[in-house]
């Protein structure tokens, strides 16, 4: 079933104008059985209806223990061929397929994340007894209930395993007509909940994200809940879940570490669609986590076993604050928005390192706007619209895989980032595929290949803006990558102060000053590094930061 309404219709942007949602069909493996990716208006890069394997065939030269005595109940876990998310599918059978190879069909699975493919990418297999060969793995025999463990016979005696048999520690519910009220959560040690990954998994809203509802603190239907103060620790799944209505919500002073998929998460619920209770275009009921603060967390480790995860993440989530958190090594982007939903959020003086490390096209800040939803958080009236999110003051350093500092990937419209200080990514700012009303200005940009990537068409009023920004290319060459220079439209560049190793910059193709000479980029300076350029970016920095 396909849902795809004429209204609302987003006539700001060229791409991403009107919902879609499929329903049932490629969808049957997720809950609710609905998401974008399930219909058929998908749209922006690499898209396509949901699909994935069905089963995978291997040689013994790839996995040597073959052949399995009884493959069914293993576990291949893999990566997207994009390397944009982990997929653990469970083996329902397998059988030799002649020369060595071996044939196994998945029973389910490959819901752990919203974007299909055709194939997957590099694998491993897990819970299959002949692969119980190094020190601390295990394996589960359930025909026999038998535990066995590969042992270091030089571990002391009193050496303790814990198997643990929760998920949820602490489950809060109520609902938005009868909140839970003044609930606080506080110096407490949560560890060991168990494995989440192989259970009921949704697609929440556009992005590339699936997610499983549920977390070892699981908070519905509250008002003024308080988690502070607490240590969350080789926890399996998810640590923190806002789910729908929360209003007032503080996480603030926790240490999460070792979290098996995302520390902090908040989803929201909308309306609009009958067959699908909590999905719909219309989020005007306020059925969402709003005004959450998380506050002075430190957060690492994040993503032991779901690929797609992140310090923190949000679905239908709006007017969310971000401040002072430390947040570094993860396999994926430190903060997410998986959608647009309503805006008003503010990112400030973070801390974010040590990230995409075992993923690939993703920035340090990731976002994605391809479902179109009517709120009333910009003025308080329905609208389309969402209020500006707001990105300053943090220090970023975008090492590993992170293709961009700021990635505002398809359809992401009205963000504002400023004085922040950003090192190391591919490009500093992104824009593509219907993204509009970005807004780039003040930030240091430290040793990066280009200031901005923009491959979008754009409506008038609605354009891009990179301008009073400290720019350091780490190579000579195009300060704009994939800058549609032919259109009449063009972002709206201007007094940006730019560095490369000989000052040889170009944009669209041409040296600076022959572009700014037909009318662009006024007030943009190329320079050589000079002498005190370290000095210079670390005064600019700590300038930006209060340093």
Known sequence: MEINPATPYRNTSTEFQQYALGIGGPCETFSPPAGYWCS?????????????????????????????????????????????????????????????????????????????????????????????????EWFYDPSTQLLYLAFNSSSPATAGYSVPNLKVLFNITGSQSAPVQGITIAGLTLRDTALTYMDPHGMPSGGDWAFERTAAIYIEGTENTVIEDNLFIRLDGNAVLLSAYNRGAVVQRNEFGYIGDSAIAQWGNTVGVEEVPGMGWDGTTGDQPRGTQVLYNLIYEVGVWEKQSSFYVQFKTAQATLLGNIMYNGPRAAVNFNDGFGGGANVTYNIMFNVVRETSDHGTFNSWDRQVYVTDVLNGQPSFIKAFDDISHNFIISNYGAAEAIDNDDGSCYYRTHSNFLSYSGNGMKSDFGGHDGIAFGNVYAFVGGGFTMYNTQLPGHEDQFYGNTLVLSDDGSVGHNQACGSDIQPITHDNTMYSPTGNITECGMPLSKWQSQGHDPGSTASAYPPNMNELILAAGSALLGL
Request: proline share 6%.
């Open 40 to 136: 058929n208006a998908t749209s922006g890069g690499g898209a396509f209806t949901y699909r994935i394997p069905s089963g995978i065939t291997a040689s013994t030269a790839v996995l040597p223990h073959q052949p399995y005595k009884h493959p069914e109940g293993g576990i291949i876990q893999a990566k997207h061929p994009g390397q944009w998310a982990s997929w653990m599918f469970e083996i329902g059978s397998g059988a030799p397929n002649g020369n060595g190879v071996y044939q196994y069909t998945f029973s389910k699975g490959g819901f752990q994340g919203a974007r299909g493919a055709n194939s997957g990418g590099v694998f491993y297999v897990e819970n299959i007894f002949e692969e119980l060969d190094a020190v601390n």
